[in-house]
């Protein structure tokens, strides 16, 4: 049976996800069989596994960063909002329907048997699990039952390392407020603080980590640097989402969709120097990009109606019909066309006229589709011409089935139509082939030169890996972390 580790944090966004990540692949390097695990995520960035099934995109990083194929093991329940008071319940990788998250709150703990069923599968195979906790362990109000945070620590019998993030302020009150709220059995799984994305000289913090440790009665087992790493953030409080861009050659606008999912499929082009990408929720915000992307989302028809009514459709096709080229991308590749019906409720039901930029409708089951998959572009016309006979890889997760009566975009389907593309597959531009093809289109539409180096997406990812894991390894007291391990609670 592999001993554990378990990631918690004194809010969202403290960095769980990519200190686990690290772990994952120091331990990697250090020659254990690892993996990592997480009980419950709530995110709209989700991944297909190999076996076709749907894990939260964290955990599939984290798998890449252990060495071992993505699983559902490692995430067995997954939430995927659909309004603000519900979400689509996945467990072990396949819907079980949607639930108002005071519905779920009162049967999550149904759920056990198979948190510990998926927990224990997995510690049969390896060394050391990495366990991930979510948001906070001491939201007061939901507590009760939890089976995520404490309540999963307790389960499996986990020491805990509690993480505050020192960039967003207020870290003495994250973490000494944090331990404060903790029950007695709680406080006494907690073996080490770590203070994340801490910037400027480290050594100015020096006081800092002597009253944390005075003050909480915890060690501090490291302070991290924040890090500039090009990883997939899976929460919707990413800083890509409402980050300025840089003035620079090119310029995308990604549509911020109000609920956009699988935003990751854009983080191919951060590795670009030249190439700016942003994320526009409003008009006056469209201003004259290169190129129009509108990502996925969990509900259609509602972002389709967002789209109308505030004024993004017309802009959009503004430009679109100024020659400035659009893609879509699952829900996007959706509103793109000419109507999306949801007959059967699968979103939120009814039916809505898409944007008409592409030729095909898109009705809604009960049926979800999720794979992974490999294919090549067919022959294509106006802009996206450049992608001809390229070849990509990704994956499919959408619950409708969209029929088109033009160009077919590539051999697994999409549709394409003047500067008009779009398809169901994430992760279409991660390969080289794709992403180094448009990226030097679009230079040469602006008469510019390109000299820049094109890299596959999954290499670059290995890359930005190991250099999160070199500067969490510098950064963390390892004999602390490995003590913690061996000696368990």
Known sequence: MAKNIMLQGTMSNVGKSFLTAALCRIFRQD???????????????????????EIGRAQALQAEA??????????????????NVGSQVIVNGKVRGNMRAA?????KKELIPDIMTAYNSLADMHDIIVI???????????????????????????PVLLAGDIDRGGVFAQLIGTLQLLEKDEFDLVKGL??????????????????????????VAGVIPYISCNLEDEDSLSEKLTMKSADRDIDIAVICLPKISNFTDLDVFGQYNGVSVRYVAKPGELGAPDLIIIPGTKSTIDDMKWFCETGLADTVKTCFYGDVPVFGICGGYQIMGRSISDPCGSECGGSISGLGLLDCDTVFSTEKHQTQISGSFREITGFFSCLSGAEFYGYEVHMGETS?????????????????????????????????????????????????EVVDRRKFREMQIDLLADNVRKNLDMEMIYRIIEEGV
């Open 194 to 219: 770590v203070v994340n994305k801490f910037r400027g000289d480290i050594t100015l913090f020096r006081d800092g980590i002597n009253i944390l440790e005075e003050r909480s009665g915890k060690r």
């Open 404 to 452: 088109s009566t033009r160009y077919q975009l590539t051999d697994c389907g999409g549709s394409f139509r003047g500067n008009a593309a779009g398809c169901y597959v994430h992760g279409i531009f991660d390969s080289a082939d794709v992403s180094g093809r448009l990226i030097k289109a679009l230079y040469r539409c602006k008469g510019l030169p390109f000299d820049g």
């Open 132 to 158: 991930e906790g979510a948001g906070s362990p001491v939201e007061l109000n939901l507590k009760a039952d939890d089976i995520v945070n404490m309540g999963l620590a307790k389960l499996v019998r986990s």
């Open 66 to 83: 252990a060495g071992v194929r993505p699983s559902a093991l490692m995430n067995p329940i997954l939430l995927k909002p659909t309004t």
């Open 103 to 107: 519905d779920y709150f009162r049967h």
């Open 31 to 53: 020659g254990y069989s690892v993996a990592p695990f997480k009980s419950q995520n709530m995110a709209l960035n989700s991944f297909i596994t190999p076996d076709g099934a």
